[in-house]
């Protein structure tokens, strides 16, 4: 049925180094805790070798459909990842791992022994997991591209308290508060499972107001987490209501 809008307010953090973890984290349930996962493909990335044994015989049919290589390796990389990473904590082995069909594009492991959400992004060379105990979580990456229109993509897409917020800054700021604004509107989209949404440009992601009349999701707030790669990269977490912390992790670092 109808959920009616509600108060709910947005808070925004910038974090500034982001700091990875020198260790893996523990097995079994963080509660409260996000941990964003990483990692880099390379030219003979690991994860794609390990396909064959470790994906279900529909996602490697599903990898068949690329047209591109590489954004068929990016996909059998990025689903040997989740894999890899749910396994760590659940203990169930990687290839007995069980994903649901994407269903309003957010998968769920129906096999898990205790409530564990996640949410997987990709671009360009950057493949982020964001994985919540007791927490759903929504994640986006961006790649920062040379000669991409921002303004014409602004004019069609933003509010217009973003666009007069991004027009006051000067290049790089300007770049990078671009791409935030972007990957905040994204990962909202994937922590609420709504899929593409025709109403992002009624919905001001600027941080110059903190009240919204959004439907219902059962948040009192969001936090919108963003940081930036050195490498040119900018991503953004959301995460609704209190979350005790926030880890950071590579992949070289899982078996």
């Known amino acids: 049925g109808f959920k009616s809008p509600v108060p709910m307010k947005l ?18 349930i963080h509660s409260g805790e996000v941990h964003i996962w990483q990692h880099i493909p390379t030219a003979g990335d690991p ?5 064959p044994d470790l994906l279900s015989a529909d996602e490697l049919d599903r990898s ?11 996909y059998l990389s990025g689903h ?3 894999r890899k990473v749910l396994a760590h904590y659940t203990a169930v082995a990687p290839s007995e791992v069980q994903l649901t069909p994407v269903v309003n594009r957010k998968p769920v492991m129906l096999n898990a022994p205790f409530p564990i959400q996640f949410n997987i ?3 360009g060379e950057r493949i982020i997991i964001a994985v919540g105990f007791k927490l759903d979580v929504g994640i986006d990456v961006e790649e920062i591209a040379d000669g991409f229109d921002t303004d ?5 897409n933003y509010h217009p308290e973003e666009i007069a917020a991004m027009r006051l800054l000067k290049d790089p700021r300007q770049t990078d508060y671009f791409y935030t604004i972007w990957t905040r509107k994204e990962a909202w989209l994937k922590l609420t499972g709504e899929g593409t949404n025709e109403k992002l ?11 919204y009349q959004l439907e219902d999701f059962g948040f009192d707030y969001v936090s919108m987490i963003s940081w930036k790669d050195s490498e040119g990269y900018i991503a953004t977490l959301a ?5 005790g912390s926030l880890h950071f992790f590579n992949s070289e670092d899982l078996n």
Not at 11 to 28: A, I, M, N, T, Y
Not at 64 to 74: A, G, L, S, V
């Open 11 to 28: 808070k925004f953090v910038h974090l500034d180094p982001v700091r990875f973890s020198e260790s893996l984290p523990s097995k079994g």
């Open 47 to 51: 994860f794609v070798a390990f396909a």
């Open 64 to 74: 068949m459909k690329y047209h591109f290589e590489r954004d068929r390796k990016i």
């Open 80 to 82: 040997v990842f989740i």
């Open 121 to 123: 992004a990709h671009c």
């Open 152 to 156: 014409g993509f602004a004019e069609a």
């Open 201 to 211: 440009r009624t919905m001001d992601f600027s941080g110059n107001n903190s009240d």
């Open 239 to 243: 995460v609704p209501n209190d979350y």
